[in-house]
């Protein structure tokens, strides 16, 4: 069948195996740090315009870099306020409210495996 479609022979293998392996309690526990990363790293080159550089060559680049991550520290800093230690968890989604207006029980997220 994978012949077929076009794949090589052992892409269905490591397929299965890597699949197999995103089950691991560890796997998840790296992957939660990874996707919490993923999102800051996206804030700094979308919204302050991190894929393209205002000067040229690598130092002064590098001092841009380094002011923009600034920059994204104090931004994020703000926006938390003082008297919350902790920030305010997000609210159900709909198919969530759902399941708990139904009493089904809710699925251990997978973020909170490694911990």
């Given amino acids: 069948m994978c012949a077929a479609l076009g794949w090589p022979g ?5 397929q299965v ?3 197999s392996e995103q089950q691991t309690p560890e796997w998840k ?3 939660a740090v990874r996707s ?3 999102g800051t790293i996206n804030d700094f080159a979308r919204g302050h315009g991190m894929r393209r550089c205002c ?8 001092l841009q870099h380094v002011l923009t991550a600034i920059a994204v520290s104090i931004e994020c800093l703000s926006r938390r306020s003082v008297t919350d230690e902790a920030s305010s968890p997000r609210p159900s989604a709909a198919f969530q409210t759902f399941l708990d207006q139904n009493e089904i029980p809710r699925p251990k997220s997978w973020r909170t495996l490694g911990t």
Avoid: F, I, N, T
């Fill in 55 to 62: 000067y040229r060559g690598q130092p002064k680049a590098h």
């Fill in 17 to 19: 195996r890597v699949r």
């Fill in 10 to 14: 052992g892409h269905r293998d490591l």
């Fill in 29 to 31: 526990a790296r992957y």
């Fill in 36 to 38: 919490g990363v993923e």
